[in-house]
């Protein structure tokens, strides 16, 4: 069946601006889950949704970024005010539910900050 | 805090050979432990994990094995392929909680 997608696979943007990033879980998957990966590291957690709702925001780095998740199925993760620090690769995982752990992960978005 | 790292940052074996790739995790109450290959310009690829009740689990050609004691996971590739080659990164899942705490990564390099 379908994997998880995301959208756009390649964004580039201008100091300041906003941007917004779309997650498409795979259908089902009750979790999901968002990472940041700047080159050549791990990958860094930043928001966890079960259902629509965010019981962990523990990894937002600041108040600029935000995420939202309707009908239990897509996801948006905004960055607002963007600095060349956001530069990365944002990528996003689905799970079945809560107590499946495999996080199963889409391509990515690469982000560019001019 | 709590970590999760690799041993080694870069791996280099002769196709056909055996491939150990080693990790290092710092909180025992992690549960369960998970590892991902990821290719260049792609998404983490999940490849087999593995329970803390446990020692040991066989994939297609994988194995991880889990050493509580000294707080150690490895992921063992037999007859290593070119396309093997990627960045693995262990990654583990804390007390039953819900996000990842991944390692840095070893890059594997299959030479032909």
């Known amino acids: 069946g379908a994997g998880v997608s995301q959208s756009p696979s390649n964004k580039v943007t201008e100091k300041g601006k906003d941007v917004e990033l779309r997650c498409d879980p795979i259908s089902g998957h009750t979790a999901l889950y968002w990472y940041r990966q700047s080159l050549g590291q791990g990958l860094e957690f930043l928001i966890y949704f079960q259902g629509n709702s965010a019981p962990d925001k523990s990894g937002l780095p600041s108040d600029r970024f935000s995420a939202e998740r309707t009908g239990g199925s897509v996801s948006t993760l905004t960055i607002q005010r963007t600095q060349q620090e956001d530069s990365a690769v944002y990528l996003c995982?689905?799970?079945?539910?809560?107590?499946?752990?495999?996080?199963?992960f889409g391509p990515g978005t690469r982000l560019t900050v001019l | 805090g709590e970590s999760v790292g690799l041993h080694l940052p870069t791996l280099s074996v002769q196709e056909g050979d055996n491939s150990i790739i080693n990790c290092a995790y710092s909180n025992s109450a992690s549960d369960y432990f998970i590892w991902y290959k990821q290719e260049s310009g792609k998404g983490p690829q999940f490849i087999i994990d593995i329970r803390s009740n446990m020692d040991k689990r066989q994939g297609q050609r994988v194995t991880v094995l889990l050493n509580k004691t000294v707080k150690h996971l490895s992921l063992q590739i037999a007859a290593t392929q070119p396309g093997d080659s990627a960045v693995y990164f262990c990654?583990?899942?804390?007390?039953?909680?819900?996000?990842?705490?991944f390692g840095t990564g070893t890059q594997l390099k299959v030479e032909l």
């Open positions: 990654a583990e899942n804390s007390g039953g909680g819900n996000k990842l705490t």
């Open positions: 995982a689905s799970s079945l539910d809560r107590g499946a752990d495999t996080q199963y």
